[in-house]
């Protein structure tokens, strides 16, 4: 049986929303296809090689699209009732032991994971040692750059 994957609700929306974009830009790639055909022989046809190949980029992608949202599993964080710990979809504001820089991070899935927009995946170093626990707990996990310490501030369903 497929493993599915997890995905927060608006991990969801982004896809969708990508892959109606794509699928409502097939017909443009299709006509410049058929314009660039007009041009004359095919094998020195610079227009038709990069329709053609600005094709097979758009359809790999709405496969690829369509095959994540058909293994996820959306989690609506909202209709989790609050327990205080963290949890996939939650929200942790952290503070660094060692320097006391304050962070915060959203746990989501794979394909959602942005560090630089504070998205972090449930399955990286970090969210494996914050799942579960709560506020106040202290965390360590091993990162790239050794080992790192938090504190969690907070834990937000949002």
Known sequence: MEEREPMTVQGELLLKKELDSLLTNRPKISKEIAAAREFGDLKENAEYHAAKEQQGLAEARIREIESKL???QVIDIMSIPSSGKVIFGTTINLINIL???KVEYKIVGEDEADVQ???IS???PL???L???EEGEIVKF???SGIQEYEIISVKHK
């Open 142 to 144: 091993e990162s790239p």
């Open 122 to 124: 449930y399955s990286s």
């Open 131 to 133: 799942i579960s626990k």
């Open 70 to 72: 058909s293994r996820a």
């Open 127 to 129: 969210s494996r040692a």
């Open 117 to 119: 927009t504070g998205k």
């Open 99 to 101: 320097d006391d820089t």
